[in-house]
């Protein structure tokens, strides 16, 4: 990232109304102190917003939901010699959401409502080291972040079914969810500036990555607890064959604990200049998506007058895709406009691609 020269502060803040009946007030302050030597610094932010929910037809249920957060963090450099640089940050989220009948109370007593409360820490290191002329450079990088949520989804029962509306009541649909991540790597990038009478920029790496996600709603009887784990490796040429033409390669090398075997996917680009206003370039490309639970899947849903849920099957097999892109740019600029067009086309396979398919429906509603 962009080291910061000089110190600044800024304070701003601003004011919106919807339809003169919703509020939403936004306030952001930020500062940043540089050392005299320049050779270390700081720099602070705080945001605060907070929004009132919208009902836009009048009948008591929200179309936009309120909002309240906070968030506030720090980030530092130093620079202990010309050619290395530290830095780390951390910070902070805390956020409020709420959507549904507009009612005072709590969430569970109203005829529909969706409540989210969000506690989110983020913290990083980064370590650079330039050397060989600055031609090579090493960095070194760490990450966390610690999710910690409360969550409701539901429909308040009618009174006719005694049973369901004793059990809202008594043992509410509340849910609990705490996600861990924490990612480490390394990454050595080295220049050749005579190869095969052109460039290349090489980039070797590793990294791991490890996501412990646990999400509970006990009266709805979901639960998701998974820990997966991915330890990857990669290596890329970004060659400039001419000037006027540029091979762009590379293969990333994925072990996934939740993935039998290692699955490589190499990508490939080559961007060909005509004169200085047209751009001709083709790509292909692979990926895939191992058989875990994302944020998506972390989701409850109304639906038929219940609660939809998402599980993940037993039989589920890794998603692969192998992609192909071909686009032309042309731009012809003059002293007070610039006049083109891009025509683009592409193309993805899916393999195995995760689909939701209902298997049925159970007191609380649909699976």
Request: aromatic fraction near 12%.
């Amino acid at each position: 990232t962009k080291i910061p020269k000089v110190n600044s502060f800024s304070i701003n803040s601003s004011y919106q109304n919807m339809n003169g009946v919703a509020s939403d007030y936004m306030f952001n302050a930020n500062s940043t102190s540089i050392s005299k030597s320049k050779k270390s610094g700081i720099s602070l932010f705080l945001n605060r917003r907070e929004r009132e929910a919208y009902d836009h037809n009048a009948d008591n249920f929200s179309e936009i939901p309120e909002i309240k957060n906070t968030s506030v963090g720090a980030s530092a450099f130093i620079l202990p010699s010309e050619n290395q640089k530290i830095e780390v940050s951390l910070s902070n989220l805390n956020e409020y959401r709420y959507g549904g009948e507009m009612v005072d109370g709590a969430a569970h007593l109203a005829l529909q409502s969706e409540e989210r409360t969000h506690n989110v820490w983020m913290a990083s290191a980064d370590y650079q080291i330039n050397f060989n002329n600055d031609n090579t450079n090493l960095i070194t990088y760490a990450a966390w972040q610690n999710t910690a949520r409360d969550h409701y989804t539901g429909i308040f029962p009618d009174e006719e079914d005694k049973l369901a509306y004793a059990n809202h009541l008594s043992a509410p649909p509340y849910g609990t969810s705490l996600t861990k991540t924490m990612q480490g790597g390394i990454q050595i990038n080295h220049n050749l500036n005579d190869f095969f009478g052109g460039s290349n920029a090489l980039t070797f790496g590793s990294e791991y990555l490890v996501d412990d996600t646990f999400d509970e709603i006990g009266a709805y009887n979901y639960l998701i607890d998974q820990v997966t784990k991915d330890f990857g490796t990669f290596v890329q040429s970004d060659w400039e064959v001419l000037p006027s033409l540029n091979l762009l390669s590379g293969v990333r090398i994925d072990k996934h604990n939740l993935v039998d075997g290692i699955i490589a996917s190499p990508r490939l680009s080559l961007l060909y200049k005509y004169k200085d206003n047209t751009q001709l370039r083709g790509s292909y490309g692979t990926g895939f998506r191992a058989t875990q639970a994302f944020d998506t899947d972390l989701h409850i849903a109304f639906a038929g007058g219940g609660i939809s849920r998402v599980q993940i099957s037993d039989d589920l097999t890794k998603e692969t895709s192998k992609s192909y892109n071909v686009s032309l740019n042309y731009d012809r600029p003059s002293e007070h406009w610039v006049a083109g067009f891009t025509v683009e086309g592409f193309y993805t396979q899916l393999n195995n691609a995760f689909t939701l398919v209902p298997i049925g429906e159970d007191a609380f509603g649909k699976l």
